[in-house]
């Protein structure tokens, strides 16, 4: 048998998008148990909580999870799920209603925050929450929903929206399975560099290298066909792009500052250099990032980062050094 859902929302759009089950705008114990026992999956409580300064908002909740747990114990209900309907642009009493839930039925380990109304172009993708506008997503942190006057907010990465909500007691720094993953394809590609910078550098040794204009093409090639096949088989939400000049235009500048002319150079540079020179060379990347971005965006480094550049400096020359 399926749990039983239980939707408490705290405003009448939310149940405007669903037929075929109850809507109760009351929560005494005999209204309850009507929901609880219709044979719709699912009813709605329409609290209407976000109309409501805070104190009231929780007073309400409080009293419909009371009145709640009376009807399902005289009904010996044991499977439920309760979900706390909210605005799919994150504003609302966040976390005060989920809190009260969890104080007045117990039980709950966790909880799930789900923001999505597809339906209105309200999208999260890897806990970044967007709004579409114009076939376009854009991080619902930079949309006037963000400035809402009573239920502000600065984030649109959900772990930070969730810490600064709960004014961190819940943190948003936790290491998640996307990081651990990002972290593992970061360590894997450092060590492909430098495995084909020791390969190549070997077979030119060796007298048999490949040409690099054809290291190049085939790299290219290679790098567009699994682009493709990630591609298909991780597709992201489905969103019209424009596709016109300047577009054509930056893909390929893209496509020639990234990968083209990078692999042209690291490949000449592995034929004419030790391996470990070649593949420590590449930690000069950040800082050269930094320094374009302080001349074209204006965005100047700390003097952490100065400090940092000089050690990175040092021990590329003691690298060198050693390997000359």
């Avoid at 909740?61 to 499977?79: F, G, H, M, Y």
């Avoid at 997503?137 to 949309?143: A, D, K, M, S, W």
């Avoid at 990081?179 to 030119?204: E, K, V």
């Avoid at 040794?205 to 066909?225: D, E, H, R, S, Y």
Wanted: net charge negative; hydrophobic share 50%; with cysteine.
């Amino acid at each position: 048998m399926k749990p039983k859902i239980i939707v408490l929302d705290d405003d009448p759009t939310g149940s405007q998008t669903v037929h075929s089950c109850l809507l109760l705008t009351v929560w005494d114990i005999d209204t309850l148990r009507l929901g609880l026992t219709d044979e719709s999956p699912i009813f709605f409580i329409l609290t209407n909580t976000r109309s409501l300064p805070p104190e009231q908002a929780a007073q309400v909740t409080r009293e419909v999870c009371q009145n709640l747990k009376s009807a399902i114990a005289s009904l010996n209900i044991q499977d439920y799920l309760i979900v706390s309907r909210s605005d799919s642009t994150l504003r609302g009493h966040y976390p005060i209603e989920t809190d009260v839930i969890a104080e007045e039925l117990g039980g709950v380990d966790a909880h799930f925050l789900v923001p999505a109304f597809f339906e209105g172009g309200r999208i999260t993708l890897d806990s970044v929450h967007y709004l579409i506008v114009d076939n376009v997503p854009i991080p619902v942190h930079e949309t006037e929903f963000a400035r809402d006057s009573v239920f502000s907010y600065s984030y649109s990465y959900l772990p930070d929206y969730v810490a600064e909500k709960t004014q961190g007691r819940i943190p948003g720094k936790v290491i998640s399975w996307q990081t651990i993953i990002g972290y593992l394809l970061a360590l894997g590609a450092a060590a492909m560099l430098a495995l084909y910078a020791l390969w190549f550098n070997t077979l030119n040794k060796q007298g048999i290298a490949p040409k690099a204009f054809n290291v190049v093409f085939v790299t290219c090639l290679l790098g567009g066909f699994l682009s493709l096949l990630y591609t298909i088989f991780f597709p992201t939400p489905s969103v019209e792009i424009r596709i016109d000049r300047q577009v054509i235009l930056v893909l390929v500048g893209l496509g020639i500052l990234a990968t083209a002319l990078p692999s042209l150079c690291y490949t000449v540079a592995a034929q004419r250099l030790p391996v470990v020179v070649t593949t420590a060379i590449l930690l000069l990347e950040p800082v050269f990032a930094v320094l374009f971005a302080s001349v074209a965006l204006q965005e100047f480094p700390s003097l952490w980062f100065g400090i940092g550049s000089l050690l990175v400096f040092w021990g590329l020359l003691s690298i060198a050094k050693g390997a000359n």
